[in-house]
């Protein structure tokens, strides 16, 4: 992802560093600006002056337990839903394997 504020957008990039990372990168433009893959709210969402997490807290969900079992959980909370990694749309999403955790949500 590019940049969060004030304006969601999305950078292309060949540094290796950040190609390496298995979050935030995306095989286009278009898949990259797509609603709920590396902003909540897709690309061109305008933050105001007024802004407040409320604004966007829509539910996403994030890794909550690693051990004994690995498990996701529900939160509202706008600035992780929004931040462009760590956080997905849906339990499923979350507890597929190489998402929240390697081997999917279950016991270790």
Known sequence: AGTRYPTTSCVATSDPEVCYLKH???????ACCEKGAAFTQGCG?????????EDV?????IASTYY???????I????????????????????APNAAHADGCGSS
Not at 45 to 53: K, Q, R
Not at 68 to 74: L, N, S
Not at 84 to 91: F, P
């Open 45 to 53: 969402f305008l933050y105001s002056a007024d802004f407040s997490t």
């Open 24 to 30: 935030s990168n995306w095989d286009s433009m278009e």
């Open 76 to 95: 509202t909370d706008g600035s992780v839903c929004q931040r462009g990694w760590g956080s997905w749309l849906t339990y499923q999403d979350c507890c």
């Open 57 to 61: 807290a829509e539910s996403c969900w």
């Open 68 to 74: 004994p079992v690995r498990e996701c959980y529900e």
